[in-house]
C-alpha cells in the first residue's frame, strides 16, 4: 500500500509488531516432541490477545493461523497433531495478519536444537541474501534488479532460489501490487519500487529445487527436485533511502 498519511503508516507498524513478535514468540516456544498444530495454536492466542486475525485463515480459509514448514516442506505447511517436531528439523514458520484494517507478513526458518542434518548453511545463506536484498531497495529501483541479486548471491553460496513464490506488496490486504517480487530477474519487468510503499520481501533459497509443487492437500508445498527449501521475510516500508523494516520484532537476523 502507498503510505499517505501518520495514521497509516502507524497501523502498518502496529500490526507489523504484533506479527514479528509472534513469529519470535513461536520460534522460542518451539521444542522437540511438540506438534505443530500445539505450536500454531500457541501463535494463534498471541494474534488474539493484540485483536488480530490471521490473514491466511480470514484471507483463503487457511486450515492453521500460520503456516509452519518442516524438512522437505517449501512453504504452506498445514498444522497438524501427527506431525511431531524432531531434534534438528528444519521449520519454516509463516505468520501473517490483520489488525485494524492493516494487514503485515513476515516468516523464517530454523533448525529445532541441534544441527544434526547441517540446514544451517542454508538458513545463513537465505538471512543473508534478504538482508542484502533489503538493504538494496529504494524508490525507483527495479524489482527485477533485486532479483537478479537475490538469485546471484544464492548462487554464490552454491544454492538456487524457488522461482514461482515471490515477495509482494501488502498493507490494506494481505497480496497487494507489486504482486510479483521474484527472487530472479524477469528482463522485460519495468516495475520500480515506490517511494513510502509498503512490501514483504522474501527470499526462498534452496539445495536442489527452483519451482515449488502444490501437495494433494490443496496447500503444501515442496520442491520439483527434492531437497530443501528456507525462506525469510520481512515487511518493510521503502523510502528514499535505507527501508524501515517494520517486522524487526521478529529478530529473524540475530
Sequence with gaps: MSITKESELSGMKKISEVVGTTLKLMREYAKV???????????GEILKSYGAKSA????????????????????????????????????????????NGFWSDNGGSFVLGKDIHNHQPLIDASKKNLRKAIN??????????????????????GFKVIKNLAGHGVGRSLHEEPENILNYRVKSNRERFK????????????????????????????????????????????????????????????
Aim: charged share 25%.
Design 33 to 43: 516432541g511438540m506438534s505443530t498444530k500445539e505450536l500454531d495454536e500457541y501463535g
Design 195 to 254: 517511494k513510502n510503499t509498503t512490501v514483504a520481501i522474501e527470499t526462498f533459497i534452496s539445495t536442489n529445487s527452483t519451482v515449488a509443487v502444490e501437495l494433494n492437500d490443496g496447500w503444501t508445498l515442496v520442491g520439483n527436485k527434492g531437497g530443501y527449501v528456507t525462506q525469510h521475510e520481512q515487511t518493510i516500508l521503502v523510502t528514499d533511502k535505507y527501508p524501515v523494516i517494520l517486522t524487526e520484532s521478529n529478530e529473524i537476523w540475530n
Design 136 to 157: 538494496n531497495i529504494k524508490g525507483g529501483v527495479k524489482i527485477s534488479e533485486i532479483g537478479y541479486l537475490i538469485e546471484t548471491e544464492a548462487k554464490k553460496s
Design 56 to 99: 491466511p485463515y480470514e484471507t483463503y480459509g487457511f486450515p492453521g493461523y500460520s503456516c509452519i514448514s518442516v524438512n522437505k516442506e517449501a512453504a504452506h505447511g498445514i498444522p497438524s497433531n501427527k506431525k511431531i517436531l524432531k531434534e534438528g528439523d528444519l521449520i519454516n514458520i509463516d505468520v501473517s495478519a490483520e489488525l
